[in-house]
Nanobody, 127 residues
């Protein structure tokens, strides 16, 4: 089993920045990639970005390209999400998730392809 702990969420005004962290422990040797998803109240959970552990390949949703950057520190088993130019519509609970199966950049990853999830961290962007 893999345990995930997110941190770094908070309240920020529009145009500001936050960096989220996701620390993984447990059977991390089986992990293929780590991703970020978000869910606003009353809405479906949506994909944000993902990164592979072997090659560091990334894939991000169109809505965050140019603003959000995903990265990883293999030695610490930690993935980061740097969020810049935040907008009120970015307000959501952000979840870190790990998948054991490969992902391919040609298509948007689904939440059903991720096997382990953290409890989430709240990001609130005020206008």
């Amino acid at each position: 089993q893999v345990q995930l702990v997110e941190s770094g969420g908070g309240l920020v005004q529009a145009g500001g920045s936050l960096r989220l962290s996701c620390a993984a422990s447990g059977r991390t040797f089986s992990n293929y990639a780590t991703g970020w998803f978000r869910q606003a109240p009353g809405k479906e959970r949506e994909f944000v970005a993902t990164i592979t552990w072997s090659g560091g390949n990334t894939y991000s949703a169109d809505s965050v390209k140019g603003r959000f950057t995903i990265s990883r520190d293999n030695a610490k088993n930690t993935v980061y999400l740097q969020m810049n130019s935040l907008k009120p519509e970015d307000t959501a609970v952000y979840y870190c998730a790990v998948r054991l199966s490969p992902f391919y950049a040609g298509r948007r990853p689904s939440l059903y392809e991720y096997d382990y999830w953290g409890q989430g961290t709240q990001v609130t962007v005020s206008s």
